[in-house]
């Protein structure tokens, strides 16, 4: 049976591997190409999707070249975001920028006439991250969905070409799953025929072709994509020959090396390695690009904390090589990158146009020099990470790790919010938020801050200030809260992150000062992660941790709780207190904190979405 495919066209955005997986949620192959590729290559396909995309089809330097005649094909056709754009335009509309931006979830009506609107209810709750938009809508489309003055999908249904302003492949787009299988089953006509196992049995064929009889390294850290990882090999390859190495940083959560030496054990490990580098990490410079930066200790730029750790993390692999008797520049190594990681580093080999949101320790310069000499095996490199979680409950790895919350790879020093002092707000920035929370907090107030995090709008990296909302403490409406949390990024361009303080209805003025990793700051926010990730780690929460910010009113620390509701980590929401997250549970947390850890002023809880925010706050 000749298996189905959908070609996607990637224009850069952060989402176009969540277009891949949720075509393959539907058992239908797809393939990522370049939006350049030509119409010729496209032969034999039965569908194509137009990612999003940060470029500009009204600009000549931001609008990305294509072949024309891609649309002369007479196959179905799905444009997403910069995907829609570039339609519209292509067929004589007007796209232009600054008609409305729009970064988080909205409530939308469409026409359910329209085929890809087929059995849906005509109120539909999308997630929308755009600064264009359609202005003049191109002849012969008609209009199946509006948000205000703003064009949310346009299609020709003789033509079989659609158009989506929002993202049906995410899971903050309610029932954007229904949208893609009304295109991939209903418009392109597929029926779905290829299957995970399949996919699972190419991972294992690749790494026997690649690896032989050689030796291999591979860099555990306890969660599920590194598991996965070393079972495959350990499945694919001679096990003697498979070398597992856990390495300790120093920035790992409580107990967690521990816990995570005895999980690999019993997975059936012979050469498991672990090895203590604490002072390693803090206390050594690297070099990058030619000059000398660091020790870790000194940093707070987050870029420099992810590049100094992942080259460090190199050079400990190195050196527990050399005592193993392995020459590294010469052996296999193997690590669990996911697609996402290298998307959201902007990495050449994944997408062309995305733009860096952040560098994962895991593709950093010195692993991609590593990749192109053909030494990582990257076992998931095509896989997202909830069909991480599928292979491994398939591959027979016990549930404690499969469904284990992750941990990202430089561990708590991107938990730990560096600042030097530096206050770079503008009077201006701080007369715009001050006339932005008085039309939106209601009976709410709040500061912004000079603390920095990193946000992803528009599918651009974008690195903005926090805003801290205040007023009824534990006694606050949720709705509102998070209506807030929504509207501050969505109305100014310096926000990407809003946090609501849980411990104090009234606030004086909130400092920032100076702070850097140390041993005593690690450890304080050690113990502080250990309670909030001890009590709030329930479902559907996906992921939860605790923040050290150098802030406060009458003190220099406090705390951000940071909850994520989603399926994949390319997008979600925080937890709803009072919906997702029992408020008697919340308070409990407050309580503890405050009577344990007197050095901490504030407790926020984090009300930021993905976008306009990230998972991780750096």
Known sequence: MEIEKIAILDCGGQYTKVIDRKVREMNVKSEIFPIGVTADQLQGFQGIILSGGPGSVWTEDKALPYDPAIFDLKIPVLGICYGMQLINQ???????????????????????ECPL??????????????GDSVAQLAPGFKVAAKSEAIYVTIYDEDRKIYGVQFHPEVDLTVQGKAMMANFVYGICGLSGNYVLEDRIQTAIDKIREKVGDEKILVLVSGGVDSAVSAAL????????????????????????????????????????????ATEVFFNTPVEIDGKL??????????????????????????????????????????????????????????????????????????????????????????????????????????????SRQPFPGPGLAIRLICYDGTNNLTQEQYVTFNQMMQQVGGEYQGQILPIQSVGVQGDCRSYRYLSAIYGAGMNFDWE?????????PNETNFINRVAYVLNKTAVAPI????????????????EIDAIVTGKLNIKPISQVFAVLLPVGASGKFSVAIRTIITNDFMTGRPAFIGEDLPKELVMEVVREIEANFPQIDLIMYDVTGKPPATVEWQ
């Open 90 to 112: 292509h067929f004589g509309g007007v796209v232009l920028p600054g008609v409305k931006t729009e970064y988080g979830e909205m409530v939308i009506k469409v026409d359910t």
């Open 480 to 488: 509102q809260i998070y209506q807030i949390g929504k509207q501050l």
């Open 293 to 402: 930066v660091g020790p870790l200790t000194t940093l707070t730029d987050p870029e420099l904390k992810r590049n100094v750790i992942g080259d460090i993390f190199i050079q400990v692999v190195r050196k527990t090589a050399e005592s193993l008797n392995l020459d590294f520049d010469k052996t296999f190594w193997a690590q669990g990158t996911l697609r996402p990681d290298l998307i959201e580093s902007g990495n050449p080999d994944v997408s062309s146009y995305a733009h860096r949101i952040k560098t994962h320790h895991n593709d950093v310069d010195i692993v991609r020099r590593a990749r192109e000499k053909g030494l990582v095996v990257e076992t998931n490199w095509d896989w997202h990470k909830d069909e991480v979680r599928q292979v491994a409950r398939a591959l027979g790895i016990e549930e404690s790790v499969a």
């Open 233 to 276: 090999l350990v499945k694919a390859l001679n096990p003697d020959n498979v070398y597992a190495i856990h390495i300790d940083h120093g920035l790992m959560r409580k107990n967690e090396s521990d816990l995570v030496c005895e999980n690999l054990r019993r997975q059936g490990l012979k050469n498991l390695i672990r090895e203590n």
């Open 117 to 130: 609107f087929k059995g849906l209810d005509e109120t539909q709750r999308v997630l929308m991250s755009h």
């Open 511 to 526: 400092q920032a000062y100076p702070m850097y990793i140390n041993m005593e700051n690690v450890d304080l926010l050690r």
